[in-house]
T-cell receptor
């Protein structure tokens, strides 16, 4: 059964730094991997979706990579800003296409 | 504006008092789902619906009911809430049934506390 893990659970860095968030999964037979951002009181927002045939996907200062063989994905945030403070979640398919399996998230704090 | 709305956003109730959390989407999506989120755990799916009158259990359905009488609405019903149902609840919708392959849109969440 697919399991998704995100380490660390929390991360605090000074503004301006580049940083990497990690996501690992146990079953490499995935269709895609998705990264979400969660802001308190605002629900979840989809950031990036990487298809299994892709190695990376970029949106602005965000770059997500996918290595299926090692069961890992990373979310790279360049030149971090206080507005990037949020919880970042990754999710991928489970045994059914009707279901996503979620990591517990990394709470990111960017200090001004 | 395309959105998923949930009501109420915050709710404090007592054990055994029936409650309903409403969810509505204006995107004409076929697929809707309910999740709960607890500290240290990922989102866990409670129930999902593939279309009107078609619902199925997710990973943690015990203690919950749902209905899908209209395409846009997917209420979550707790017939007899218990303290272990204290959680943050999210409703989501998608144009595709294969949510592992396509984007889902999420509501803002409902924080429920059962005393």
């Amino acid at each position: 059964k697919q399991e998704v893990t995100q380490i660390p659970a929390a991360l605090s860095v000074p503004e301006g730094e580049n940083l990497v968030l990690n996501c690992s999964f146990t079953d490499s037979a995935i269709y895609n991997l998705q990264w979400f951002r969660q802001d308190p009181g605002k629900g979840l927002t989809s950031l990036l979706l990487i298809q299994s045939s892709q190695r990376e996907q970029t949106s602005g200062r965000l770059n997500a990579s996918l290595d299926k063989s090692s069961g890992r994905s990373t979310l790279y945030i360049a030149a971090s800003q206080p507005g990037d403070s949020a919880t970042y979640l990754c999710a991928t398919g489970g045994d059914s296409n009707y279901q996503l399996i979620w990591g517990a998230g990394t709470k990111l704090i960017i200090k001004p | 504006e395309a959105q998923v709305t949930q009501n109420p956003r915050y709710l404090i109730t007592v054990t055994g008092k029936k409650l309903t959390v409403t969810c509505s989407q204006n995107m004409n999506h076929e697929y809707m789902s309910w999740y709960r989120q607890d500290p240290g755990l990922g989102l866990r799916q409670i129930y999902y619906s593939m279309n009107v009158e078609v619902t199925d259990k997710g990973d943690v359905p015990e203690g919950y009911k749902v209905s899908r009488k209209e395409k846009r609405n997917f209420p979550l019903i707790l017939e007899s809430p218990s303290p272990n149902q204290t959680s943050l609840y999210f409703c989501a919708s998608s144009s595709s049934l294969a949510v592992a392959r396509n984007e889902q849109f999420f509501g803002p969440g409902t924080r429920l506390t059962v005393l």
